[in-house]
């Protein structure tokens, strides 16, 4: 079984900075892309930001410049670094990835999800 653990959700003033850890476990052979989403009360899941397994990044328009992806390969675990927060960030962040396991099946797992608010 392959699981993502999500972490460094929390509340946030506006302007104020977080970082959002996700780490897959279990039966893995290697991991492809990984990214984040996030879902806001009322809206759909929307694409944050994707890496590449070799560190190519792409963001979402609403976040270029202020947030920031990275991985390490060596721990399983992609980051998401969040700077410059805004109350429109306010939403559940999920981190997703392409898991390859022991067998040759590729298949894309979502972590739980961690709560982000930015209000004063």
């Known amino acids: 079984q392959v699981q993502l653990v999500e972490s460094g959700g929390g509340l946030v003033q506006p302007g104020g900075s977080l970082r959002l850890s996700c780490a897959a476990s279990?039966?893995?052979?290697?991991?492809?892309?990984m990214g984040w989403y996030r879902q806001a009360p009322g809206k759909q899941r929307e694409l944050v930001a994707t890496?590449?397994?070799?560190?190519?990044?792409n963001y979402a328009d609403s976040v270029k410049g202020r947030f920031t992806i990275s991985r390490d390969n060596a721990k399983n675990t992609v980051y998401l670094q969040m700077n410059s927060l805004k109350p429109e960030d306010t939403a559940v962040y999920y981190c997703?990835?392409?898991?390859?396991?022991?067998?040759?099946?590729?298949?894309?797992?979502w972590g739980q999800g961690t709560q982000v608010t930015v209000s004063s």
């Open positions: 279990g039966s893995i052979f290697s991991i492809g892309a």
């Open positions: 997703n990835a392409a898991i390859w396991d022991y067998e040759g099946h590729s298949r894309n797992y």
């Open positions: 890496i590449s397994r070799g560190g190519s990044t």
